[in-house]
């Protein structure tokens, strides 16, 4: 049984920072890539950030400057810190990971529970 376990969500005013944690537990034998996802009241769930095993990060273009991902692979962990926060960065954030369970060639997906991120104005 895998679990991503997510916390460091909150209430910060505008131009604040929050740092989001994510740790990965359970059987796996490699994960291949981990995201932050979003998704505000009304809207589509989006990815924010992706951070891939190569050690490569990519961002939406609504946060780059602003947030950095990433990752201790010894711990199975993936951090995103955000900066500069807008109220529009208020939504549910998800932790997101691509996984193998064993050697087989085969991935899964998992995703977190989510954790809240409200920004006032």
């Known amino acids: 049984q895998v679990q991503l376990v997510e916390s460091g969500g909150g209430l910060v005013q505008s131009g604040g920072s929050l740092r989001l944690s994510c740790a990965a537990s359970g059987n796996i034998f490699s994960i291949n890539f981990m995201d932050w996802y979003r998704q505000a009241p009304g809207k589509l769930r989006e990815r924010v950030a992706r951070a891939s095993s190569s050690g490569s990060a990519n961002y939406a273009d609504s946060v780059k400057g602003r947030f950095t991902i990433s990752r201790d692979t010894a711990k199975n962990t993936v951090f995103l810190q955000m900066n500069s926060l807008k109220p529009e960065d208020t939504a549910v954030y998800y932790c997101?990971?691509?996984?193998?369970?064993?050697?087989?060639?085969?991935?899964?997906?998992?995703w977190g529970q989510g954790t809240q991120v409200t920004v006032s104005s």
């Open positions: 997101h990971a691509e996984l193998a369970l064993d050697g087989s060639g085969r991935s899964y997906s998992y």
